[in-house]
């Protein structure tokens, strides 16, 4: 674990370097870049840590990708993008799909923003981001252990490894100093077997937003781990089930190269 946390910067794909620098070019595009960035797991990590950094002083915690953009300027944001490392062939674990792992984490971001947006939640940016973010441990473990078959499912890397994905996540975000609403999402999203209203209500908002990323595309879907159902979890929350199973339809398509829309 101690190596897994000495990660200062996690890689991403070399076209959404191209697009950062193209987004934030002339200075005037923030909420553009914003909206990129808050598709991109790596970038969006990458953000967080650096602004809630001792090195940039900030006097409250930084939460958001909007506020993180704002303090930092797009001239700070790009030399971020250009310094973080591109995710080539070789360089992670094999069986790993960073494509498929992309899409999968950008359309969880949009599942648990568009359900918090339906059913109210306070935070919605907060819950897209944690949308996002959930998966950020299957990354750390398929980059800082190249030489292994990559296996997401929790039970298989606790097998391998004594821990899981969810457990790195939730350590790196800690050790980041990202929001701990954040960590606990990402900690708890697969849910344990113990009764739902003792697990963190962002973790089950998770949760159902990854269902239902996973009902709009199933060849990005992870197997389910807890024997808690949808409906079940959705009930917890106090979530109309039909309307949430609507929300299928209206998530958008996952664009991470021209040309490429799943």
């Not at 490392?85 to 648990?112: K, M, N, V």
């Not at 499912?153 to 609403?181: F, I, Q």
Request: aromatic share 4%.
């Amino acid at each position: 674990m101690r190596t897994l946390l000495r990660t200062d910067v996690l890689p991403t794909l070399p076209e959404t370097v191209a697009r950062v620098l193209d987004e934030g070019r002339g200075g005037e595009n923030a909420k553009a870049l914003s909206d990129l960035i808050s598709t991109d797991v790596a970038l969006a990590a990458n953000l967080l840590r650096m602004v809630n950094s001792s090195y940039f002083g900030v006097a409250r915690q930084v939460v958001t990708v909007d506020d993180a953009v704002q303090l930092l300027g797009p001239a700070t944001v790009q030399a971020l993008a250009l310094g973080t490392p591109e995710l080539r062939p070789g360089t992670y674990a094999r069986r790993f799909d960073p494509a498929a792992f992309w899409r999968h984490s950008a359309r969880c971001g949009a599942a648990a923003g568009a359900i918090a947006q339906t059913f109210g939640h306070e935070h919605a940016e907060q819950a897209a981001l944690a949308g996002l973010l959930h998966d950020v441990g299957c990354l750390v473990l398929a980059v800082r252990i190249p030489g292994r078959d990559f296996d997401p499912h929790p039970s298989a890397e606790h097998a391998a490894l004594g821990l899981n994905h969810a457990d790195v996540g939730a350590r790196l975000a800690r050790h980041w100093k990202l929001d701990p609403a954040l960590v606990n999402a990402i900690e708890g999203h697969h849910l344990s077997d113990t009764p739902l209203e003792t697990q963190h209500p962002l973790a089950r908002l998770i949760h159902l937003a990854e269902w239902l990323s996973d009902q709009h595309a199933p060849l990005d879907a992870n197997p389910p781990v807890t024997t808690h159902t949808p409906e079940e979890v959705a009930n917890s929350l106090g979530y109309l089930f039909p309307e949430l199973t609507r929300l299928v339809n209206t998530l958008p398509e996952i664009t991470l190269t021209a040309g490429e829309a799943v």
